[in-house]
């Protein structure tokens, strides 16, 4: 099957600092990739929606200026968490959706993030 | 809007015994339905999935019926393993794009 990697897969960084988290297709092209934010004991939600060579889609109630998306190839989507605080500590997933042989969406590993 | 609704967790069960985990959702038109799992840790991975009403996934012993009367599609395994203890994800998409709408989830916590 198609396989989505994600990169950090843990981080750390202290509060006030910027955190990129790279999600890639690492098999197939993917022209939308969905990033989606988990709390603890809780379900996934959409953050945004991220298309290639174009402004990403953001759900009501996600602030643009802080989580910065940017698809820049087929392979790759990335999300910066700027200017972190302790409150955007979470697991952040990404998603990339797979129209070939089947339509699937394939999930990457997740980034567990902690601002100290 | 759409939604999805699952039982709430977490659930303890003794190795070999029956599971159900319930799922209802609200749709506005006919999604597609799906059941995510999630080890401890790790991402999602599809573990089945219908496309239609009356369709059965199923796999790795777990099977869910997509029953629009109801509008359920419940997740079932007649004997589970300590191996599949994790937290259980159902969700629905119009394959639009692929946008999931997801359950809260269900933790299974199976006891040897």
């Known amino acids: 099957g198609a396989v989505v990697s994600q990169h950090p897969s843990r981080v750390i960084c202290k509060s006030g600092t910027s955190v990129k988290i790279e999600c890639r297709s690492l098999?197939?092209?993917?022209?939308?990739m969905f990033w989606y934010r988990q709390f603890p004991k809780q379900s996934l939600m959409l953050m945004a929606t991220s298309n290639e060579g174009s402004k990403a889609t953001y759900e009501q109630g996600v602030e643009k200026d802080k989580f910065l998306i940017n698809h820049a190839s087929l392979t790759l989507s990335t999300l910066t968490v700027t200017s972190a605080h302790p409150e955007d500590s979470s697991f952040y997933i990404c998603s990339a959706f797979w129209t070939g042989r089947i339509t699937e969406a394939f999930f990457g590993q997740g980034t567990r993030l902690t601002v100290v | 809007g759409d939604s999805v609704t699952q039982m709430e967790g977490p659930v303890t069960l003794s190795e070999e015994a029956f599971l159900t985990i319930n799922c209802t959702y609200t749709?506005?038109?006919?999604?597609?339905l799906f059941w995510y799992v999630q080890y401890p840790g790790e991402g999602l991975q599809l573990l089945l999935k219908a496309t239609k009403a009356d369709d059965k996934g199923s796999n790795k012993g777990f099977e869910a019926t997509y029953r629009k009367e109801t509008t359920s599609f419940h997740l079932e395994k007649g004997s589970v393993q300590v191996s599949d203890s994790a937290v259980y994800f159902c969700a629905l998409t119009y394959n639009q794009g692929g946008k999931l709408i997801f359950g809260q989830g269900t933790e299974l916590s199976v006891k040897p």
């Open positions: 749709a506005t038109g006919y999604p597609s």
């Open positions: 098999d197939f092209q993917a022209t939308t």
